[in-house]
């Protein structure tokens, strides 16, 4: 396929405004909270208890619903039984049987996925999250650099400076590898951070230097809002390097008007991608359309993802 493609940076800034202004009324759909926003009951927002709950839970990868993820997070917790996982101490010093028994007690952790194998024209595409192996290994790891830093998440960034950039190169470095995922790792740390950016009282330093952290969702909502229209696909075009790279030159350009950092908008471009665009193209007419923040705008053609393979023709509507 040909790459033609066009961004709009005039738009992706009325597509930040528009979701944010919708969020922040409680008018965008039906939609409530992330499901990582939920607290369980009787947690303290911000709490050192609260930011170890969103460092293991964000440590780890299925290729499932978010909303399944965390519920399942959030019973584990409320559970006096097994409350004990999200504790770096007493995950290292309780015998691995017991410990697994446990995290799979509410399905926080779930059996294995063998690896699904399929083909696009001549190239083979095999969806590495399937294939990831032992969880267990990233959560005991986890909680050992956890330990290390007094079992408190405020004290290691404190530690690191509380700079965005040191923390994302000392948990990539060989010491603290096997404390995320290999597939989308440097993705997943970014995440992390956007969570405890949000959900505490730290001020990171270069946090502003962040871009959005990209998944499908967000690919999705960038081309469906008509930031990037045009024609493209995954094996031809690093889709997340180009939403990420796009999202901050918004930024760069509309810093003064937008009044966040890039690695904010995530909240608002997944919550389109999720609960509205992306189950609302089974014609070119989004049954959405009427109640969206940006429906006015919304763009018309074809997302088709699969798996490992991503390919979109998307039309802007030229309405502003």
């Not at 409320?78 to 697994?100: A, C, G, M």
């Not at 969806?127 to 998440?153: F, G, P, T, Y």
């Not at 045009?230 to 390097?241: A, H, M, R, W, Y």
């Not at 509205?276 to 049954?287: E, L, T, V």
Request: with cysteine; aromatic share 12%.
């Amino acid at each position: 396929m040909k790459v033609e493609i066009t961004k709009d940076f005039e738009r992706g800034l009325e597509t930040i405004l528009n979701l944010k202004e919708a969020y922040f009324k409680n008018t965008f759909f039906n939609f409530t909270n992330v499901p990582d926003e939920i607290l369980p009951s009787g947690m303290t927002r911000a709490s050192n208890e609260h930011l170890l709950f969103l460092t293991f839970v964000s440590s780890i990868a299925y290729l499932r619903k978010e909303e399944q993820l965390w519920s399942a997070a959030r019973l584990t917790w409320e559970d006096p039984s097994t409350r004990y996982v999200f504790n770096p101490q007493e995950v290292l010093e309780t015998d691995i049987e017991k410990l697994e028994k446990d995290l799979y007690k509410y399905n926080l952790f779930e059996d294995i996925i063998q690896a699904r194998k399929w083909s696009v024209g001549n190239i083979l595409i095999k969806d590495q999250r399937r294939s990831r192996e032992n969880d267990i290994v990233i959560w005991k790891s986890m909680a050992k650099i956890l330990r290390e830093h007094e079992s408190n998440v405020y004290k290691l960034f404190k530690n690191l400076n509380n700079d965005a950039f040191r923390i994302i190169e000392v948990f990539l470095s060989d010491e603290y590898s096997k404390c995320f995922p290999e597939y989308h790792k440097k993705m997943k740390i970014v995440v992390w951070l956007t969570r405890i950016h949000r959900n505490s009282e730290l001020l990171l330093k270069n946090i502003d230097k962040l871009s959005v952290p990209i998944d499908l969702h967000i690919i999705r909502a960038t081309f469906m809002s008509g930031s990037i229209t045009g024609k493209v696909n995954s094996i031809d075009t690093n889709l997340e390097e180009l939403c990420s790279d796009f999202w901050m030159e918004v930024y760069e350009q509309e810093k003064d008007k937008i009044k966040m950092f890039p690695v904010e908008f995530e909240l608002f471009l997944w919550v389109l991608g999720k609960y509205g665009c992306s189950i609302s193209r089974n014609d070119k007419i989004c049954r959405f359309k009427n109640v969206c923040p940006i429906g006015d705008k919304c763009s018309t053609g074809h997302i088709e993802m699969l798996d490992g393979y991503t390919k979109i023709e998307i039309i802007k509507n030229e309405n502003r």
